[in-house]
């Protein structure tokens, strides 16, 4: 069976809607280097971050950008953004974002883009609003399940 990494934050107040086997950053830098060192032991074909909307909407995100807490660069020599994977026409109630967040959240897209570079292995990001809980635990569950391994946007 096909098991996605997923990963949260110590603050996330769903954690029980993501399943068993969840990595959680307390924190980020030293957390960094074990989940690093996870995708390199695990090679999954999917990397799922997930953490609380900060609106009532519900989205994947669809970039990371190379920004952090409105002006800091997270990589001074680093590409402005990376392209995230993402259901085409989102999923349920979850849409697709067109903006992006300079936060930890943006942090962790950004860094995991960075090492997955040259990979087979997606990444995406759910900010998730609570009354939309059920259709994140399907779509985790569409995705673990192997009714397809990733939905995602066509790579050009």
């Known amino acids: 069976m096909f098991e996605p990494l997923i990963y949260t934050f110590k603050n996330f107040p769903y954690k029980s809607c993501l399943g068993l086997s969840v990595f959680e ?8 280097q074990l989940f690093q060192d996870e995708i390199i032991k695990l090679k999954p074909t999917i990397v799922i971050g997930v953490a609380k ?12 950008v190379n920004q952090y807490n409105h002006a800091k660069k997270l990589d001074v020599g ?41 990979t087979d ?12 809980l059920p259709d994140m635990e399907k779509y985790l569950m569409y995705i673990r399940d192997n009714k397809v391994q990733y939905l995602s946007v066509s790579d050009s």
């Open 121 to 132: 292995t997606r990444l995406q990001f759910i900010h998730i609003a609570e009354p939309d």
């Open 53 to 64: 909307s900060p609106t009532n909407k519900s989205n994947f995100e669809s970039r990371a």
């Open 78 to 118: 680093g590409i402005y953004e990376y392209t995230l994977d993402y259901p085409e026409n989102g999923f349920g109630s979850i849409g697709i974002s067109a903006d992006f967040t300079d936060s930890f959240c943006n942090w962790t897209m950004y860094r995991i883009s960075q090492i997955l570079v040259g």
């Open 25 to 32: 950053f307390h924190k980020l830098t030293s957390d960094f």
